[in-house]
Each structure stands twice: as structure tokens, then as C-alpha cells.
């Protein structure tokens, strides 16, 4: 089901209808496209298939159908559990979304955008600011992923905390399902009470029930203003403190908090170009927050920030701080947030988990689990980060110095996942905040996900897809 090699008639069909800009079995043009962002997975594919339109897609699902062909939707590949990677039996094909990239229409008074699935987050963020708006999610990779990985992966990213992740703001979708019909919400209906939500169960379901083809977005009003804080403070419990504190007294301005270890900031400051210490003090923990103001009747965010910095520091809930003096000063805070990830890959060797636990939990298992996975595996070194006002940790554990990297991620390192995952469990979290299941936690969601979650997943992905052939191996584990 869903892996028969390519038949020579099924490519020639394809090839037919996309033409030379939407189809290459050329290996040097697929490439760049097998591996994943973080570099763990490769695999190969017979064809890259680049449709241009709804109707393209359509056509390549129900000749995939025919001939039980694997398809492998993929957006911009910036996902970071290799959940648009194909597997290396070279029998599937990449169904590559980058073409269907225009945004369609606009709707400043709705407060609505209206897209294909290719269109890149940056350049959606550009297009609501010239229309007066914004779209309020984003993330590290906005210049590479798009709308329909977005809503695949149900992104979340550093705005959550105010707006929430990319589920709540999609008013309406279009997709492909896996025989060939196309299931139309492009409405942006606040009620629709038909039975099952079949918008939001393709949100997140990563391409396993189904290809997202277009999509109408909410937007909200444009900054007026805003001011970026960088804090220095002496651990994750303070900073947790300095949150409910924000958030108590901030008057549902603030719209970041992000909390990094002095570590991580010491990675990116060594290599990733252009960037320095906020602070002439040094701290074992840094918290960067945002305050808005998206109203003219809202007071100034810097004022709001100054004032409660004041408050926070006679309560003792940060050591040091600093306002960002210009949006310059505030990007260059935030490209330090942005580039852990990258800093941490140039580094060298490491796990990383994407994991969430209950926010008033964050910090405790932040100090309690790090030094455990020190002390079981020596060399160790955890590197946790995240958003701390919506319990997400990118809980990272670099790998020893001068080990055999292979064998490490074999053996340690996939003892030290289960471990990780294990912990996550008993403080009653998820082993996947924001980037998905993919292929890379496939095997541990089998291992400790409940009984009733696995048999409901695999069932939808049976009455959707019954052949098996939109991006199998990802998200659903076999029985």
C-alpha cells in the first residue's frame, strides 16, 4: 500500500500534466529536497512534483491513487522532525507545494488574508503590514516555511502566549484528499455546525489525510508600538515569577516570553555573526519579553515596561534589564532567540526535544530534569530554551566531545530520548509541542501514547486514506 515502485506510464502521466516546471525525476534538481533541516534523515524519491494549481494537485493525488503511489507533501522543509522527508526506498515522490505561492486576496476590515499553500511566512507577514494588519505567528524559520506546512504542523512559535498557535487562526482551508476530491472551508464562517470539524482535524494532521492547497487566515490590528525587554535572572523559577507578575499587572500586552540559559546565549554570541551581549552583566538565565500596543487608546509599551520593570526589580524578580532603544536594538534581540537553533547545529552533535508540560510545571522540570540527565550521562550537556508562558521547552542534550556521533545518537542518545519523553509523560506533557511527529518521534508516540489517542489517529487515517499513500511513515504509527 502507498510504496509501488513508480510505474513508467504513472510518471509519463505526470510529467503530461505538470509540464517541465512542475515535474523533474532529475536527481541533481531533487536533492537539496531529501534531507531534512536538522540534517538526521535523507531519504530518495523517483520524481519532484511542483504543481501550480489546485486542479494540478488533484490530478497527481488520483493518479497516485491509481497506481498506489507514495506522495510526500512538503512546504518549505524547514520542519524539524523530518515529517516532508521521503524514506530512501527512492518509491516515493515529493508533492512540492513552493509553486502555489500567491496571496489572493485581502480583507483589511475582516481582518483576513486569503493565500495558497506555498506562500512563505515572511512575505505573508509583508503583505498584512501593507495592508495595515499583521499576522500575528512567527518563528525562526519565517523565511523559508510556508502557510501550508504551517498549517500542517500546527506552528506555534513565539507569539502563543497572546495569540495562540495555528490553529486558532485559520478561518477557512482548502485541501486535497487522498482520492482525488477537494474538500472546500474556504469560508470564513463563525458558525458551521455540520458535525465533524474536518478544517481542524487537517490542521496538524501533517499531510497523512490530506494536502492543504489554499487557506484564509486571521489577521489582527498592526503594532502601533512596541518594546522588547531583555532580562537577566538567576533561574527558570524566577522567571516564572517575573511571568505572572507580567501578566498579572501588564494588561494583556504582553505578547512574548521566551526564557534561554546563559549557555545558549554563549553559543549564538560565538557563531552566529553580528550578534552581542544585551547585557554588560552576566546571568545564568535570560528572559526576552515583548509588551504591544496595537490601540490608540493603550498607553506607551515602553512606559508599561518601564514601570513594571521597577515594580519586578523592588521584588526582586530579575537581576538585571534592558529596553531595546530602537526596532534594530529589538531585532537584534530577537535574532539571538531565533538562532539558538542554528548556534546549537554549528555547535556540534545534539538531541533535540520539543516537548510541553503544564506552564507552573516549566520551570521545575527545567532545574530538576537537567541536572539528572548530567549526572546518568556524563559529557552531557542540556541546553533548555522556550516559550515559558505556554509550557513549550526545546529541552536540548549536546552530545559528549570527541564521541563517535553515529554511535551516540544509536546508543546514549536514544537512551536519553526515551528517558526525556518518559519524564515529560509523568509531569503529564506532550513529547511534541509545536513541531510535530513526523518520522523522527514516530517510534517513541507508539511507546507512551495512550491506547485510545493511537486507535482514533489510526482510524481516521484509514477511512481518509485507505491505500496509504499521502505521506506514510509520518505522524500515524503502524498497528
Not at 489582527?220 to 524566577?238: F, K, T, Y
Request: with cysteine; net charge negative; proline share 5%.
Amino acid at each position: 500500500m502507498g510504496n509501488t515502485v513508480p510505474d513508467v506510464n504513472a510518471l509519463s502521466e505526470l510529467r503530461s500534466i505538470l509540464g517541465p516546471k512542475g515535474y523533474s525525476d532529475d536527481q541533481d534538481v531533487i536533492s537539496p529536497w531529501l534531507t531534512d533541516w536538522r540534517g538526521r534523515f535523507t531519504g530518495a524519491a523517483a520524481a519532484l512534483l511542483s504543481p501550480a494549481t489546485t486542479q494540478e494537485v488533484t490530478a497527481i493525488v488520483r493518479i497516485a491513487a491509481k497506481y498506489r503511489l507514495s506522495l510526500v507533501p512538503q512546504g518549505g522543509n524547514s520542519g524539524m522532525v523530518a515529517g516532508a522527508t521521503p524514506n530512501s526506498s527512492g518509491n516515493q515522490l515529493i508533492l512540492s507545494m513552493r509553486r502555489m505561492n500567491n496571496i489572493t486576496a485581502i480583507d483589511a476590515d475582516a481582518g483576513l488574508i486569503s493565500c495558497e499553500a506555498g506562500v512563505i511566512l515572511q512575505n505573508l507577514h509583508e503583505a498584512a503590514a501593507q495592508a495595515g494588519r499583521r499576522f500575528p505567528l512567527t518563528l525562526g524559520g519565517k523565511g523559508s516555511a510556508t502557510v501550508g506546512g504551517l498549517i500542517s504542523t500546527n506552528a506555534g512559535g513565539t507569539q502563543v502566549l497572546r495569540h495562540g498557535t495555528m490553529r486558532l487562526l485559520v478561518a477557512g482551508l482548502e485541501a486535497v484528499l487522498p482520492d482525488g476530491s477537494i474538500y472546500d472551508a474556504m469560508a470564513p464562517l463563525k458558525k458551521d455546525n455540520r458535525g465533524y470539524d474536518l478544517k481542524q482535524l487537517l490542521i496538524g494532521s501533517e499531510g497523512t489525510i490530506g494536502v492543504v492547497t489554499k487557506a484564509v487566515l486571521q489577521t489582527v490590528p498592526a503594532l502601533i508600538d512596541r518594546c522588547v525587554v531583555w532580562a537577566g535572572i538567576d533561574s527558570p523559577q524566577q522567571a516564572y515569577e517575573l511571568l505572572l507578575f507580567m501578566q498579572k499587572h501588564g494588561r494583556d500586552r504582553l505578547e512574548g516570553f521566551e526564557i534561554l540559559p546563559q549557555r545558549a546565549l554563549g553559543a549564538v554570541l560565538t557563531h552566529i555573526s553580528g550578534t552581542r551581549p544585551p547585557l554588560d552583566t552576566t546571568h545564568r538565565w535570560h528572559a526576552l519579553m515583548e509588551f504591544v500596543q496595537d490601540d490608540p487608546a493603550q498607553s506607551s509599551p515602553g512606559e508599561l515596561a518601564m514601570h513594571l520593570l521597577e515594580d519586578a526589580i523592588a521584588h526582586n524578580l530579575l537581576e538585571n534589564a534592558t529596553i531595546a532603544s530602537s526596532d534594530v536594538q529589538a531585532e537584534a534581540f530577537w535574532k539571538i532567540r531565533d538562532s539558538i537553533a542554528e548556534a546549537e547545529r554549528a555547535a556540534g552533535a545534539a538531541l533535540q526535544h520539543d516537548i510541553s508540560v503544564p506552564v507552573a510545571a516549566m520551570a521545575r522540570f527545567i532545574e530538576q530534569e537537567s541536572p539528572r540527565i548530567e549526572a546518568g550521562y556524563p559529557g552531557t550537556k542540556t541546553v533548555a530554551f522556550g516559550h515559558l508562558g505556554d509550557g513549550n521547552i526545546h529541552f536540548h542534550v549536546k552530545a559528549p566531545e570527541g564521541v563517535d556521533v553515529a554511535g551516540w545518537y544509536a546508543g546514549d542518545g536514544k537512551a536519553i530520548t526515551s528517558h526525556v519523553y518518559d519524564r515529560v509523560r509523568a509531569y503529564g506533557g506532550s513529547l511534541s509541542a509545536e513541531h510535530g511527529i513526523g518520522q523522527s518521534k514516530i517510534d517513541e508516540f507508539a511507546r507512551l501514547a495512550e491506547p485510545a489517542r493511537l486507535s482514533a489517529l489510526r482510524a481516521i487515517k484509514s477511512a481518509f486514506d485507505p491505500l496509504g499513500i499521502m505521506n506514510p511513515g509520518k505522524l500515524v504509527p503502524l498497528a
